[in-house]
């Protein structure tokens, strides 16, 4: 991995870049950001830079023995530690490291989930046992002859105490010129005294750019409707792709928002009713991920009734509906349809009867159009 294999973040890779060329790096570094945006391709591209015998224009070289030892995730001075399923008294990240290398191939972007399905248990909750610190203090011990070494650890935020507190000596007395890179999803769930030791640097959310040029690499997409996903991403890789493997149910709730607006607007009462029916058949996540689907194609039509298409964010066929349904969303109505919304979704979270809520809601938009 080299830093140009990684989308955006020219600020980090900087800063990175300077600490690395400057021989500031401190023992231990903490990249931190939402799921998605690259942070484990970016520890990596680090410690390939690091190791690189052939730098040149601020990246690694890619080629050199170094480099290639990193590419296969075989680099003799690159520890990897991560959340494992309890098994047996021993519990280390090293025995896995067949399934892990697997995922670092497979997801990049690192989705949990695909972990948990590579660890055979999908309802796991894999944590850094205590046993990893001797098995990474082995590790290091094992294999040092002068180089650098590098610990890259998934996730400190899932590692038990007592871990954690034999960890702490290694990084305040670190072994010869060991460092730990540490990649965390929730800085804040960090043990105190592991964060307090670090060096932080945070990943920020990738710009909607970015993240269309991936859709429409990756899917072959057309670049408007990758930008439109790109919008709902917020920022993660992981919710582009979880977006745009979705695109079929999207369809299925466009589908049912259309004829939403159009029974409420012809007031066919009897058929809303079977409507509402329909959609508590989504059942209880999926009526909320409806109801959170049309919060948003209220916004985009009220912006497309603005007159600020520009800024509006449709794929080909929302854009279609809303040519004509955009003047029905208007200064009068959307506050409270939106708020309508929102308290459904609230509704249907305490468990009430989805077909009633919904069919209420329906009703009431019969009204709030007619404003
Ligand atoms: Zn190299």
Redo the contacts with the bound molecule.
């Keep these: 991995m080299r830093f140009s294999d990684i989308p955006g973040h020219e600020g980090v890779k900087e800063r990175l870049r300077a600490l690395v060329d400057s021989d500031r790096m401190p023992h231990a570094l903490l990249i931190h950001g939402r799921p998605g945006v690259g942070k484990m391709s970016m520890a990596r591209a680090l410690a ?1 830079y690091i190791h ?4 040149q224009g601020g990246d ?5 023995p ?2 290639l030892q990193h590419r296969s995730f075989n680099h003799i001075d690159t520890h990897y530690s991560f959340p494992v399923l309890k098994k047996g008294s021993e519990t280390v990240s090293d025995d896995e490291l067949d399934r892990w290398r697997r995922f670092l191939t497979e997801s990049p972007y690192m989705n949990f989930g695909h972990w948990l399905s590579l660890l055979d248990n999908v309802n796991g909750q894999p944590a850094i046992y205590v046993e990893e610190s001797a098995d990474i203090m082995r590790r290091i011990n094992l294999t040092s002859h002068g180089g650098r070494q590098i610990v890259i650890m998934w996730l400190p935020e899932r590692m038990r105490v007592e871990c954690a507190n034999k960890l702490l000596k290694l990084i305040e007395e670190p072994l010869g010129d060991s460092m730990f890179i540490l990649v965390s999803n929730d800085p804040e769930s960090v043990l105190p005294t592991i964060y307090s030791r670090t060096q932080r640097v945070e990943m920020l959310r990738l710009p909607d750019e970015a993240i269309a040029d991936y859709i429409e690499q990756k899917y072959s997409m057309p670049r408007h409707d990758a930008l439109a996903l790109a919008h709902l991403a917020d920022g993660s890789i992981l919710q582009a792709d979880y977006r745009v493997q979705n695109i079929e149910r999207q369809q299925q709730y466009l589908d049912l928002f259309m004829r939403l607006m159009r029974l409420a607007y012809q007031k066919r009462v009897a058929e809303l009713r079977v409507w509402a029916n329909e959609v508590a058949g989504l059942g209880r996540e999926g009526s909320i991920e409806f109801l959170a689907y049309c919060l948003e194609q209220i916004r985009e039509n009220f912006i497309y009734h603005l007159g600020v298409s520009s800024l509006n964010y449709l794929t080909v066929d929302e854009g279609r509906f809303a040519q004509n349904f955009h003047r029905f969303i208007n200064e009068r109505n959307v506050l409270e349809l939106t708020s309508r919304l929102e308290k459904t979704i609230t509704d249907i979270r305490a468990n009430g009867n989805a077909k009633i809520i919904m069919y209420d809601f329906a009703v009431r938009v019969i009204m709030l159009l007619r404003r």
């Design positions: 390939q690189c015998t052939n730098r690694s070289c890619g080629c050199c170094s480099c």
